[in-house]
């Protein structure tokens, strides 16, 4: 069975293939599937997170089918909800920008976590919670590197799939392409239903790329601003009280519940900042259970430096 990598999928795919991974364990079959076509945009990077049927399927936008029925609505959020957001907005819109950022320059996250993942014909199993460092191309046309010794990536470089000149998809979440986006909720709102995708929910694949965002990505402080505006108008999202990152800090999260599964974004209960993530199964699974953590991380550093490679204390 060959190996499929995440990082091979376009933003707001990521956690859509980890939703329908927990279907692919509840249906227990699995099909050979070619690798999908390495696209420019590389997220969390989970090497053999899951292959066969879900991955064909998810590789080419089409939808596993769960076995538990379709998509239902669900309901604006409540007050609560909107209100939490527009103070999470509103931080994010009072974050000092960084002068004179260079095109030639790399937005450095480090991080730790730990995601479900299947290799093989193993049974699915949830990584340690282990560090990762990502460098970023400020404009999308320097090469990015991940270092994530869990999944044997030391320093490992992937240069962007677009020749000399040629225009960066709109999906970039590059700094420079970020910029570029509206700062209104209305029209983010938009450019997110416009880029996202990968599951049968236009609300899910939303919901997911807002995560993605705020994961492993610098969003400029309007557009950030914007982003969680445009979330509070995503209908299924909720408010919960008290969620613990994989630093074992506490928050607020922003969550939203999807084909057995919630993702939770997580913010500091007082500067709103965002923390990290968790996924929670929903539903009994094979191998799981009803609340169990399929998957949860920490952003523990965001800077601009010069180099791939280089950290802000070298």
């Given amino acids: 069975m060959s190996e499929f990598r995440e990082r091979d999928l376009p933003p707001g795919r990521h956690h859509l293939l980890r939703e329908h991974l927990l279907t692919e ?31 064909a399927a998810v590789a080419a936008g089409v939808i596993v089918a769960s076995p538990f029925g379709g998509q239902s609505a669900q ?46 014909d193993g049974p699915a199993k949830l990584d340690p919670v282990h560090p990762r460092e990502f460098w970023q191309s400020v404009d999308g046309r320097h090469g990015d590197v991940i270092h994530e010794p869990l999944h044997d990536l030391d320093m490992e470089r992937f240069d962007p799939d677009i020749g000399p ?51 492993e990505s610098l969003m400029p402080p309007k557009q950030a601003a914007a982003l969680y505006l445009a979330a509070a108008k995503i209908p299924g999202v909720k408010l919960i009280d008290d969620v613990t990152d994989a630093d074992g800090r506490h928050g607020v999260a922003i969550a939203r519940e999807n084909d057995g599964e919630r993702q939770e974004l997580i913010f500091d209960k007082e500067t709103k900042q965002f923390l990290g993530e968790r996924q929670v199964a929903t539903e009994d699974t094979q191998g799981f259970e009803k609340g169990d953590v399929v998957g949860r991380s920490a952003v523990l550093e965001r800077v601009v430096v010069d180099k791939a490679g280089k950290r802000p204390r070298d």
């Fill in 25 to 55: 364990i509840r249906q227990s079959k699995a099909v050979p599937a070619a690798a999908p076509k390495k696209k420019s945009q590389r997220r969390w990077f989970r090497p053999a997170l899951i292959a066969g049927a879900v991955a």
């Fill in 75 to 120: 309901a604006a959020p409540s007050a609560e909800t909107v209100r939490m957001l527009k103070e999470i907005a509103a931080a994010a819109e009072r974050q000092p920008v960084q002068k004179d950022i260079r095109d030639d320059q790399f937005v450095y996250i480090r991080s730790k976590g730990g995601y479900l993942g299947v290799g093989g």
């Fill in 165 to 215: 000149g040629e225009p960066l998809p709109e999906s970039a979440t590059n700094y420079r392409n970020l910029e570029k986006l509206p700062t209104d909720p209305v029209n983010m709102l938009d450019w997110l239903h416009k880029v996202s995708e990968g599951g049968e929910s236009e609300d899910q694949n939303t919901f997911v790329l807002v995560g993605d965002l705020s994961l």
